[in-house]
T-cell receptor, first 112, second 110 residues
Framework: KQEVTQIPAALSVPEGENLVLNCSFT??????LQWFRQDPGKGLTSLLL?????REQTSGRLNASLDKSSGRSTLYIAASQPGDSATYLC???????????FGPGTRLSVLP | NAGVTQTPKFRVLKTGQSMTLLCAQD?????MYWYRQDPGMGLRLIHY???????AKGEVPDGYNVSRLKKQNFLLGLESAAPSQTSVYFC?????????FGQGTRLTVV
């Protein structure tokens, strides 16, 4: 059974810092990996999608990487802003391409 | 561009009552999902559908039923609500790529 962990569980940084969020998984047979953002009381907003054949994806200040062999993905946020404060979740799609398994999330606080 | 829309957004039920949550998507996606999100438990899959007329059980299906009579709609039913079903429910849809989520339904069972 696929297990997904995210470290750290919570992170507090001053505005302007670059930071890395980690996502680890136990089964490398994945179809794709998706990073989401969730604001308090809101739904999940898709940030980046990495197909299993890809190594990384970039969108603005965000860069996500995928290393299937080591069972890891990282989300890099450059020049963090208070508006980046949210919970970040990674989700892996199994090799059948049907279901997602979510990590528990990292709660990020960016202080002004 | 509505995306994924969930109805209702909030609901309070008494134990034993029934209700149906509606999820509608306008992206012609084949796959649709119902998750629940609880503090400390993360997102857990209740039921999912890989196409119109199909449904399958997820990780925590007990106490719930689903139907996918139309491709754009996925209904989640609670036949006899229990306090343990107090949660935030999320619907999602996708092709075999990116998933999109609704804004959630906050359900309280008293």
């Amino acid at each position: 059974k696929q297990e997904v962990t995210q470290i750290p569980a919570a992170l507090s940084v001053p505005e302007g810092e670059n930071l890395v969020l980690n996502c680890s998984f136990t089964d490398s047979a994945i179809y794709n990996l998706q990073w989401f953002r969730q604001d308090p009381g809101k739904g999940l907003t898709s940030l980046l999608l990495i197909q299993s054949s890809q190594r990384e994806q970039t969108s603005g200040r965000l860069n996500a990487s995928l290393d299937k062999s080591s069972g890891r993905s990282t989300l890099y946020i450059a020049a963090s802003q208070p508006g980046d404060s949210a919970t970040y979740l990674c989700a892996l799609r199994d090799n059948y391409g049907q279901n997602f398994v979510f990590g528990p999330g990292t709660r990020l606080s960016v202080l002004p | 561009n509505a995306g994924v829309t969930q109805t209702p957004k909030f609901r309070v039920l008494k134990t034993g009552q029934s209700m149906t949550l509606l999820c509608a998507q306008d992206m012609n996606h084949e796959y649709m999902y119902w998750y629940r999100q609880d503090p400390g438990m993360g997102l857990r899959l209740i039921h999912y559908s890989v196409g119109e007329g199909t449904t399958a059980k997820g990780e925590v299906p007990d106490g719930y039923n689903v139907s996918r009579l139309k491709k754009q709609n996925f209904l989640l039913g609670l036949e006899s609500a229990a306090p343990s079903q107090t949660s935030v429910y999320f619907c999602a849809s996708s092709h075999r790529t990116e998933a999109f989520f609704g804004q959630g339904t906050r359900l309280t069972v008293v």
